[in-house]
């Protein structure tokens, strides 16, 4: 028989919506047509539990998928047996009652789907009812929030079960509906039984009570929003693209949280690069390491099984497989021979004592907890299936690179020595794989590097700080100390060791670099400013060239060693993650896979401009500004400064723990800077952050948030809110002692004390050899104190919002429990919240989601004046 069914959904115009006092009504619909669905065979036949097929089963049955889908006017609807319709919309009566189908009984159910935007202008609580006479279901936001199970033949019956929603007298769904500012979508389904003949109606309304009113929601047809939170943590995300090395085939990573649970998958998928066809796919296998060999489109990847790992190997073009080393306890990873008659892998052997319940710490760094693990190589030969153990000793041996012909290979040693800055020591080696014989290319550096072979062998293509390679990379006035944060790149001779420093007069700043045999170029990802960028160096010729890849930001890139092919992923400041391809030949640039392009189909963004000022010093101090999507500069706005303040500029990302498109889609402008001590920016500017602690700095902040305000007269200077994390959750305390120039603050696992973060964070001793070169508790005063936020507590008068995870061995949470403490005592506007079990970053979806809830409440009271979200998840209290 054939099947036919009714969608219908919900979408409410604000020119059409009646308002009743606080009350809103639906006022037009959007609708596809009514169709017939079938029972299934046998339904009047009870099961084994004695009942027939009902039709409250025919309603909870899933017949169409409607996550990701937002429909809206003249778009097409693909449905079962190859049936489709168009949205269209209609109206209700003047009481909002909306015509479902024609009273005429039929000789099958009936279904309807139907959805509502409801946008909103603020958070809100209000109720939301629905009525029909028939069954149906709602979902508010993808979340179940009502079931009627009951009918109702001309008035003279009432419903009696609401198993999801709160409310089903007199037919009648009820939900209270509490929702942040932007587009939400409502769905129900709404079923018929065969044979009814009562007619087939929907009403539905929203009941908005004090202090909220009914200007604070609007109904619309169009399904426009702005960028809410599930939009960059649900989904399929990319993780990496890594392209075959004929440049042929590409393997791209993905990855999708599965909410409500905080679980997540990541899988990969071969594909081909001319027209994207899938070759094989490795969802819901258990395997990992996926790599492409170096030299053929064959891959190997691992599976686990009792803690114990196995390498597969796998043809891509064949599709023949092979079982490789078998049964490895503590694998730590594997680098193939360009020949690919070997590969070289390491097992990590356990440290003893490491969970005593009297430990005896041995150092600083034994107080991580894999610190007295080590490390070692060995090499597999495929043919043969032979194994030989490479390296032993104390040390962990870090490999490097095997070279092109497979004779040789770099590793490195590292241990701690607290006696000198950087507080280690690092040991390069040159191993001949035939006689074991190792050669040490350097010993002693204070500074380490990483290295990979030239394509002919001769050289080592090296990245590190300006300081590692005594100092060769440093570019800085006499009398400052480099910021070894801002990476550079090196190229060693191995015939005399000696070193190029050819980005020396590079502003940039290295994140990776390769040398292609393909061309003999060597190609540099880099931080440029804030944004993320390709160069190409040319060896021969000693020059940079900057690769246009249509993009603001590359989180990753990947290189085919045979073709001169890349593949990265990379988004603009307002647009998504995307996958890309690019012809290294003629920068021909070609889109791979994007994963969130329907997710993002209605999202509206507002404009973002750069805002450059020059600081009283003369510092020229780089900057953005995101504005809402409805900008009217006629209007005021509330205001969001965010700063880093530290070595790392603020860049041009799209998502991240601190969206600023999301903060400007809710009514804020967001002013980001980036003061003195950023890296890509050159050498001289990054290392201003050295033995700083916001000594110049705060003031770059303070001077550009009211040069911002002077520039920009609908930039609200009663309404400004500054933020920071990590050093920049620092900077927002330190500014607080400043000045009162901002109306709220939030410091995300901020340091208050620089001296207890120094001794008790894992890093601190390590981070502040950087950040405060040279100086130490008892011979800075000046810093330590001076700088350190708890100090100089009695001076903040702003209400400060402090967050962290309360496993942080980052920042360790007692940084913002101490600055709670002081601001408490001093009786000053302060709250702290502890993420129960995370670390520096706040990374379990649904804790994440409760993080985000907290900070955009907290704008919302303070910069808004709108206290009521953040009063239902952080009630007062009598404590």
Do not use: C
């Not at 070169?773 to 100089?792: E, H, K, M």
């Amino acid at each position: 028989m054939k099947k036919i069914v009714f969608f219908l959904v919900v979408s409410i115009l604000i020119s059409q919506a009646l308002f009743a006092g606080d009350r809103v009504v639906v006022s037009r619909w959007l609708t596809t047509g009514p169709l017939d669905v079938n029972l299934p065979v046998f339904h009047n036949t009870p099961d084994t539990r004695g009942s027939t097929f009902s039709d409250r089963q025919l309603l909870v049955f899933d017949h169409i998928e409607m996550q990701e889908y937002f429909p809206a006017d003249g778009k097409p609807l693909q449905w079962l047996n190859g049936q489709s319709a168009t949205w269209q919309q209609i109206h209700s009566d003047a009481d909002g009652l909306v015509e479902i189908g024609q009273a005429d009984a039929t000789n099958n159910p009936q279904v309807a789907y139907l959805a509502a935007y409801i946008h909103t202008e603020r958070w809100i609580d209000a109720r939301l009812e629905m009525k029909s006479p028939f069954l149906f279901e709602a979902w508010l936001n993808g979340e179940k929030i009502g079931t009627k199970s009951s009918i109702e033949r001309q008035k003279a019956e009432t419903g009696n079960d609401d198993e999801q929603g709160e409310n089903n007298s007199m037919g009648r769904v009820g939900h209270q509906m509490k929702l942040p500012m932007g587009t939400h979508l409502l769905v129900i389904k709404a079923l018929r039984p065969a044979g009814e003949e009562t007619p087939w109606h929907l009403t539905g309304h929203i009941s908005v009570g004090e202090p909220f009113s009914a200007n604070d929601l609007m109904p619309v047809t169009d399904p426009a929003n702005i960028k809410n939170i599930h939009h960059f943590m649900d989904g399929v995300k990319l993780s990496s693209l890594r392209p075959s090395p004929d440049g042929s085939m590409v393997a791209i990573a993905y990855r999708q949280s599965l909410p409500p649970s905080d679980r997540s998958e990541s899988w990969t998928e071969i594909r081909r690069l001319a027209d994207n066809s899938l070759v094989h796919s490795f969802r819901h296998a258990n395997v990992s390491r996926i790599s492409w060999l170096p030299s053929s489109n064959a891959i190997s990847y691992t599976t686990l099984r009792d803690g114990r790992t196995t390498v597969h190997w796998q043809h891509m073009e064949t599709g023949e497989k092979k079982q490789l080393l078998d049964g490895v306890e503590h694998f730590g990873g594997l680098s193939w021979s360009p020949a690919e008659d070997f590969f070289i892998y390491s097992v990590t052997d356990r440290g003893s004592g490491a969970d005593a319940t009297m430990r005896h710490i041995l150092g600083m760094q034994d107080r991580q907890p894999h610190f007295r693990h080590r490390s070692f190589l060995y090499k597999y030969e495929k043919d043969s299936g032979a194994s030989t153990r490479l390296t032993h000793g104390s040390l962990t041996t870090s490999l490097h690179d095997i070279s092109p012909g497979g004779s040789h290979l770099v590793f490195s040693q590292s241990h701690p020595d607290y006696l000198e800055r950087p507080y280690s020591k690092h040991h390069l080696f040159i191993m001949d794989l035939e006689s074991l014989q190792t050669d040490t290319l350097l010993a002693n550096q204070r500074w380490g590097v990483s290295t990979q072979f030239s394509p002919d062998g001769n050289y080592l293509l090296a990245t590190g700080g300006p300081s590692a390679l005594d100092r060769a990379g440093e570019n800085i006035p006499q009398g400052m100390i480099a910021n070894n944060y801002d990476t550079q790149a090196y190229i060693i001779s191995l015939a005399d060791l000696s070193v190029d420093a050819f980005t020396r007069d590079f502003d940039p700043s290295v994140v990776s670099v390769y040398w292609h045999r393909a061309d003999n170029h060597i190609y540099l990802l880099a931080g440029d400013e804030d944004y993320r960028r390709l160069f190409r160096y040319n060896v021969n010729r000693r020059g940079f060239a900057r690769i246009d890849t249509q993009t603001d930001f590359i989180t990753s890139i990947g290189f085919a060693s045979q073709s001169q092919t890349a593949t990265y992923i990379g988004n603009l400041v307002n647009a998504p993650h995307r996958g890309y391809s690019i012809n290294l030949r003629n920068e021909g640039v070609a889109l791979l896979a994007d994963p969130d392009a329907e997710r993002y189909r209605h999202v509206q963004f507002g404009e973002v401009r750069d805002w450059d000022f020059t600081a009283g010093t003369g510092v020229r101090v780089k900057g953005r500004v995101y504005l809402p999507p409805d900008f009217d500069p006629e209007k005021t706005y509330p205001v969001i400064v965010y700063q880093y303040g530290g070595t790392n500029p603020v860049g041009r990302t799209f998502g991240g723990r601190y969206p600023f498109n999301l903060w400007a889609g809710n009514g804020y402008l967001v002013y980001v800077l980036q003061p003195s001590g950023a890296t890509g920016f050159g050498q001289e500017f990054s290392a201003a952050h050295v033995n700083n602690w916001g000594k110049t700095v705060a003031d770059e902040i303070i001077e550009g948030t009211r040069k911002f305000l002077e520039a920009h007269p609908f930039a609200d200077p009663a309404r400004v809110g500054v933020a920071g994390a990590s050093y920049g959750g620092f900077m927002t305390m330190l500014l607080l002692t400043h000045t009162d120039i901002y109306a709220a603050g939030i410091s995300h696992a901020g340091i208050s004390n620089i001296a207890s973060y120094w001794g008790e964070g894992y890093w601190g001793y390590s981070y502040s050899a950087e950040a405060t070169a040279n100086s130490f508790p008892w011979d800075s005063r000046d810093i330590y104190v001076g700088q350190s936020p708890l100090y100089r507590a009695d001076r903040v008068n702003t209400p400060l919002l402090l967050i962290t995870g309360d496993a942080d061995t980052n920042v360790p949470p007692g940084e913002s429990i101490q600055m709670y403490t002081a601001l408490k005592l001093l009786g000053r506007p302060v709250e702290l919240i502890l993420v129960e079990g995370e670390d520096h970053h706040i990374v379990t979806y649904s804790k994440r989601l409760k993080w985000h809830d907290a900070i955009m409440a907290w704008w919302d009271r303070h910069l808004k004046e709108e206290p009521e979200w953040w009063q239902e998840q952080y009630p007062e209290n009598n404590y």
